[in-house]
Structures are given as C-alpha cells and as structure tokens.
C-alpha cells in the first residue's frame, strides 16, 4: 500500500455494501458521521469558526465541505453554525454538534449472474484504499492492516469479545494476521506487553502511550508497466527572505559550508541527503530534512531539491502548489475595524494588484485558499458583499502599514506556517520588522510603553458587574501571557522563562489570543487588543521585554491608594532589559505550568523547585489571581477570585478572602462526562466556591478559588498527605474571627466589615436576632453562630485543617499559612515580597545578561 495518511481522530467502521442486482457504480465522495456532541480542534480551522455559515441544515452544511478541496471534517452546531476542517486529530466536548468526516465511498458491486448460496459474509466491511503498484499481472484486492493511530486505541464499546481476546504476548504481525483472520474484527490494537484485541468499531478512541491500533482495508493491486529510470535531481527556488526553521536541521547552521557561492550551495546539497538548502548573504550554506515551517531572515535564499522536469528551467519560479509545502494556514490578523493600506507610505506598494485579483465573488473559503496557492500572496483581504455569503478577494504582498477600514465587514488574514505551534511572535506582526533582542532601553522609554498599556486600558470601561469588566479581564488576560511565559523556566537547562515563547495552540493558553491581537467583542467591541501599544515599539522592544513592561503597567495602574506609587517606582527601578524572544521550540511549554488538581504539589514543583521561591514568596506572587477572573470556555474552571469590583484592584484582596470567606468544593465544573474523561476527551476541574451567605446574594457574580490557592493556608486531617484537594477533601475551609495569637480585626474591616457575609458589631438585639455579630467574641454562642453562618450550605460538613489555622490543637495549617495570615492583615508586609518573588521570576530566571534602564 501507498503511506499511510495522517491518522483521523475516529475512524468508524465501514457499512456493508449496499445490494444491487446488476450494474456497476463509480464511487464518490460522501460525508460519514463520526462523532456526536464533539468536534475538532480549533487548531484545525480551515479557516475560522462558523466559516461556512449560520442557520445551516445538515444537508447544506455537508455539501458545503463537498464543495472545498481543503475540508476534510464538518460540524454542525444545533443552532446551525457549519464549520470545516482541515484535519481532526484530537476532538473536544461540543454538546448538541455533530461532525462529519469526508470518505471516498466505493461500492464493491459487480454484475452477477443470480446469487448461489455462499457462507455467512462478514459483519464488517473493511475499507478501501488507494491503489499500490505492481509489477505485473491483473487487478486483485486483498484484505490487509495498515497503521491508523500510534498512542491511542479505541474506546471499549468496540471491543469483540474482551481485551486480550486474540491474544497475549503477541508480535505485531501475529496480532495483525490475527485480525485478518477474524470476521468480525475491523480494527486492533497491541500494547507494550503483547495484548491484541480486536474491535468491531472505532467511532471513539482514547489516549494510550504504550498502544499501536491497525485498521482493516482492502488494498487494490493495479499493473504498472516497468519502472523508468530515475529523474535526475535539481535545486529549484523555494523561498526568499525565509529560512527553514533550525529544528530541520541536518546536522547545524553552516554544515555545507562557509563562504560559499550559490552554485557551490546547491551543489553541496544535491551531494548530501539534503532535501532544502539556505544559503545567507555571507556565504553560510545550511542544509535541511524539510521545510514545513519557516522563519523571516532577510539576508537569506532557500532552495528546495525536485525532480528535472524536461522544458522547465531549475532557475524558473517554483509551481504555485509547492507554496502549500510551507505555508499551511491563514489566520485572522488586522484588528477589526481596520485594513492593510495600499502602500506603506514612502512609495512601496503593499497591494499587489487591483481589488479583487485573488477573486470579484468568491466565499471566504475560497479567498484563503487563493492566497495559500499565490506565491506573492501574503495577506488576504476579503471584503464581504451585501447578500453576507460572497466578496471580493485582494492580494497583499505586506501589511506594514494599516488604517480605518472604509468598510464593514472587511476581514484580513495573514499567511502563516504550517505546524501545530504558534509562538505569541508568529502572530504579532511589526510593520517595521521586529527586533528579537532589546539593544538599549532608557527611562524614558519604558515609561512610554507603560503609558501606551494604560492608555488602552482608559479606553475599557470601568464597569464592574457580575456579568462584564472589561479593565479586569484585560489586566487578568496580560498578566496570565505574562505567567505562562515565565513559568516554563528550567533550572536544569536554564530554557524557557520570559522569552515571549509560549504554544498559543494549547488548551491551556485558550483565550490569550483574544487579549493579545485577535479582539474580542469583551473588550470595547474588538477594538482594544496589546497589539495596539506593541506595534509602536517592535522596532526597538523585542516582544520578551515588552510583555514583562505590560504586566507591569497593569498592575501598577490598578493598585490602590499609596501603593500604586510604589509598584511604578520599583517595577521601573527593577526592570532590567535585554531579553530575547524566542519562537520556536517552545512546544514544551505547556509542560510546565501547574496544574490546579496537584494542588499545592504542583506549586512546590513550579514556584519553588523550577522558579526558586519559597513558599512565602510562592503564596505573594500568587496574588495576581486579584485580577481577572477564569473562564470555563477557556481555563474550564469559572468564577472570580473576589467580588467582581475587587477584581479590577491590585491588592491584598486575595488573601482576605480566604480567610474573611469560606469555601466548599464544587465538583466538575466544566461537566466533562466519565466516559470522556476515560477517553482523554476533557479532564475534570473540580474547584472551591463561596460556602457562607454570600454564595446565594451574588448569584451569577460566582466568586471561586483553585486547590492551588486553598492549599496555601489549609489543608485536610482526614486526608493521608495532608494536601487539599476538592475532589477528595469533602471539607469546609473557614477560620474563626478570634483565633489566639492572631488578630483578623483588619481583614474583617478589609472586607467590608463582614464576616462570612455577616457583619461585625451592631446593637444587642440585632446580635440576638443574627443579623449582626459580636466578632472576635470567643464565646460558645459566637462561634456556634460563626459555624452557621461561614458553612451555611453545608453545616454537617467536617472543618478543612484548621479552624485555628496552624494552632497546636489543630496541627498545621498549609504550607504558607502564616504568609497568608499576614499579607491578608497587612497589604505592606506582602508588596515587598511580591516585588522580590517577581523580579526573581522576570529578570532572574533564564534571562541571560540584562542591563538596568539607560546603561546601554
């Protein structure tokens, strides 16, 4: 058989061919269903959600991924919304959507004569295949394995008859012939230790490391004649002003050679196992394995070894379809509201042609995939006509400069490389090419990107209710960019840490495209997104430097009081620059960051044995959780860490509400299933919500916290290592407001007066009839009322350790309960160690040799 393709993410069990009584039938290609209330990744898009249209019925949505070559899955929402794509190796939770999968249905009928009685045919069908070659001889088919997923196997309502049920201890070609010689099997699977199962069907699968599954097909021999000689080879252009990226290398940069001239390059590669070969401005000769991605590097010529082709010159411009070989997707880049401008201003034309050049009435589908196979094409613009289904497309060769849109509905893309990983870089472009190592910053300089940070900040509202706040998300979205960046360092290697590299396609980083250039309808309307401030500094800021700036000009801008002053002078004091940004090999990022369901495991192994904080420093870093709020379509946990209000504040709230509050587990938030969980589908995000009276006045305004926060000051008796968990610790976390040794009159004045949602103080009788306390009180009646009131919900319900938090007839508290303690009663004793624990984590950690502002 030909190569297997790239394996789909739920390959299902071939139909019986229909019967028919004569004549025989050409096939054709259909659309199969393989999964309900799932779809594919958005990292799969052909071009964007909801790109064949709104209202669809499942007829047209399927004819639409018909009619485009690139789609190759569909989806159907219940509310009509069709989407294509171009691959589907890993699916997500969608409730009431089905997806498609576009097969090549080939009946095998042939006419016969009437039908003789023969054995019982098989209850599965397996599936055709393209045509191999062979020497000679007629047509023939036969059934045989080919490989379907490397690490996944399929879900268990497939299986035949038990796991195991071929065999244990088998070689991977006795499972095969194993499964050839069952009926009823149609795929298998081996794991590690030789255990061969045979599956009926593989509408769903499921993650396995130690797992190899085959599919049954039917592989179709044609004659060929003898096989020619082989062509002889030649370098053909491929690129100019690109590099492929140094992951392809062969061996390293410059391994062909030094000073070199184009001939000797070209040469060079045509000699080695080279299949791509760049030669730079110096001489510096490279040879790759491929080129699937590239990178920008002006002063360089890539050159692409093919077949000679008899008539067509090796120095002519390669064949529109090999542009497909490197570029694989356009993305939405200009923000709304805006357009590439026809020339960049000093006479350089950005417009390749005329309006429409790439198609006058055309969909958008077919407007991307028009520029994907123009070579020149770097940018498309689509501009949508009156009936919202056709526009015109145009051809940009750049997009350097950009102004107001004269129309609405006007949709740029940028041309982007292949591959599953984009780096925050790939994305903000820099009209006058970004610089990746910050040469030399002065104050002035740095208090110019923090006014244009704030400046974007004025422009969102305000407002904070339980349903919006805008200024809240936005600092929320920059400090989390912020986060993720630094938080994958490795001490071992000294990789990662602010290098402005982070895998914006991973699930973990949902959501900070919208912040960062994409533009969400959250945030004034679309209009404000950090591209905006980082476009008017990429000349001379690398993009590493700039997002450690704008995280400091949040911060520092929604402080309160006196301590907004002291944020700005020290961030600035502390800001070392010289960062550099990386964009690729940060594929491991993700990796890195903690994950809430280790609890206060995962923040041992990331704050304090990756970033080298201790757990004082741990708990006051993890106060920028005051900000922002997180969102179950991105992060699939929801809530706020504190009133929406407080969440716009840069302060000592986080910690107050620990202790001012009480918290009860709130189990599978995101409502992932058993079974598709099992399957690696979704994973479960358990959390803590409001326990006391407060969690039924806020209604939707959900105030939440993570084990990771929790674990800090409490942890569980009943549990073996003392680690709070929601999942298994069924507990109330809540102190008393009179815990000896400990005064929490300033937490509760820090919260409103309240505690556990019951104010402090009042007159004798409003104390008698509840709606007052007589806090600090350590009177049986006080606490049994503090009792009721903190585990409102949930009064049968054991105390999480302790409700003396670290006192000795209680036993410890978590392992940075006295930090909480203090920085909860005192906002001054945590900005110090706030400001230590992030210049550890910024300039400090993998940073290289940095400069303070002005020595240059």
């Not at 350590?778 to 054991?798: D, H, N, P, V, Y």
């Amino acid at each position: 058989t030909a190569a297997p393709t790239a394996a789909k993410a739920g390959a299902s069990a071939a139909k019986p061919p229909s019967v028919a009584t004569a004549e025989s039938f050409d096939s054709h290609t259909e659309m199969k269903v393989v999964f309900q209330d799932r779809r594919c990744l958005k990292s799969d898009f052909v071009s964007s959600f909801g790109n064949f249209g709104i209202g669809l019925s499942e007829e047209a949505c399927q004819e639409s991924c018909l009619a485009l070559e690139s789609c190759h899955f569909v989806s159907l929402t219940a509310g009509g919304v069709c989407t294509a794509y171009g691959a589907c190796e890993t699916t997500q939770e969608a409730p009431d959507t089905f997806t498609w999968e576009k097969v090549t249905a080939q009946p095998n009928i042939v006419p016969t004569a009437a039908p003789t009685a023969a054995p019982a045919a098989s209850t599965v069908a397996p599936r055709e295949v393209s045509p191999r070659e062979a020497t000679a001889g007629p047509s023939e088919s036969h059934s045989e394995m080919s490989i379907l997923f490397k690490n996944r196997q399929c879900g268990k309502v497939g299986v035949v008859d038990g796991v195991g049920d071929l065999g244990v201890g088998l070689s991977a070609e006795a499972c095969k012939e194993s499964c050839l010689a069952s009926e009823t099997c149609s795929f298998v699977t081996l794991n590690d230790d030789g255990v061969c199962t045979s599956f009926s069907v593989c509408d769903v699968t499921r993650d396995d490391p130690n797992a190899v599954t085959w599919e049954k097909v039917v592989a179709v021999v044609q004659p060929t004649a003898a096989p020619t000689a082989s062509p002889t080879l030649q370098m053909s252009p491929f690129l100019s002003g690109w590099r492929c990226p140094k992951s392809r290398f062969i061996d390293d940069f410059g391994n062909l050679g030094i000073g070199l001239s184009e001939e000797a390059c070209k040469e060079a590669c045509l000699a080695s196992n080279c299949q791509y070969v760049t030669l730079t401005d110096g001489g510096v000769c490279t040879a790759y394995s491929a080129c699937d991605r590239a990178k920008e590097a002006a002063d360089a010529t890539t050159w692409e070894k093919v077949a000679m082709v008899p008539g067509i010159s090796a120095t002519a411009a390669p064949p529109a379809t090999s542009v497909d070989i490197f570029f694989g997707r356009m993305v939405r880049y200009v923000p709304q509201g805006r357009q590439c401008a026809a020339s960049t201003g000093n006479g350089q034309q950005q417009q390749a042609g005329t309006k429409g050049d790439l198609g006058m009435s055309v969909t958008v589908e077919e407007c991307l995939e028009n520029c994907r196979r123009e070579r020149s094409c770097a940018f498309a613009e689509f501009s949508m006509d009156f009936q919202g289904s056709r526009g015109s497309c145009t051809n940009f060769l750049s997009c350097d400069r950009t102004e107001v849109a004269a129309e609405e509905g006007l949709i740029t893309f940028k041309k982007v490389p292949e591959g599953g990983f984009d780096s925050p870089q790939w994305m903000m472009h820099c009209p006058q090419g970004a610089i990746l190592t910050t040469a030399c910053m002065s104050e002035q300089q740095y208090d110019d990107v923090v006014e244009s940070v704030q400046g974007l900040m004025r422009i969102l509202s305000e407002e904070c209710n339980s349903e919006v706040c805008e200024q809240a998300d936005f600092a929320g979205c920059v400090l989390r960019m912020a986060g993720h960046d630094f938080m994958d360092f490795d001490p071992a290697t000294g990789m990662g840490g602010a290098d402005a590299c982070t895998d914006m396609e991973h699930g973990d980083n949902a959501g900070l495209a919208e912040c960062l250039y994409l533009g969400t309808p959250a945030l004034a309307g679309g209009t404000v997104t950090l591209h905006d401030a980082y476009v008017q500094f990429c000349h001379e800021v690398s993009l590493a430097d700039f997002l450690v700036i704008a995280a400091e000009a949040v911060m520092s801008m929604l402080a309160v009081g006196e301590t907004q002053g002291i944020f700005a002078r020290r961030f600035k004091a502390d800001f070392h620059f010289g960062r550099t940004t990386a964009f690729e090999g940060c594929e491991f990022s993700h990796l890195a960051l903690p994950n809430p369901a280790d609890s206060c495991n995962a923040v041992e192994r990331v704050f304090l044995d990756a970033l080298g904080l201790d757990w004082e420093m741990a708990a006051a870093l993890m106060a920028v959780h005051t900000l922002g709020r997180a969102e179950e379509q991105f992060s699939g946990y929801s809530g706020w860490w504190s009133t929406p209000e407080h969440s716009r504040r840069f302060n000592n709230d986080y910690f107050v509400s620990m202790l001012a509050k009480s918290w009860c587990p709130e189990l599978n938030v995101n409502r992932c299933s058993e079974a598709d969980a099992a399957a690696g589908f979704c994973e479960v995000k358990d959390q803590w919500q409001r326990c006391d009276v407060k969690r039924a006045v806020y209604g939707q305004a959900h105030e939440m916290m993570l084990n990771t926060d929790l674990c800090l000051a409490y942890r569980d008796a009943a549990n073996g290592d003392g680690i709070l968990r929601a999942k298994e610790d069924n507990c109330c976390a809540w102190v008393h407001s009179s815990i000896p040794g400990f005064d929490m009159t300033e937490v509760i004045r820090q919260n409103e007066g309240n505690f556990c949602n019951v104010p402090c103080g009042g007159s004798d009788s409003e104390i008698r009839d509840g709606s007052t306390y007589e806090c600090f009180s350590t009177s049986r009646e006080q606490k049994r009322a503090e009792l009721e009131a903190c585990c409102f919900f949930e009064t049968e319900r054991s105390d999480c350790r302790t409700a003396g938090l670290g006192q000795a007839e209680n036993g410890p508290g978590g392992p940075a309960e006295h930090a909480v303690l203090r920085f909860a009663a005192d906002e001054s004793a945590w900005v110090p160690i706030f400001l230590k624990a992030w210049k550890q984590v910024v300039t400090t950690n993998g940073a290289g040799t940095l400069m303070p502002l002005g020595q240059c």
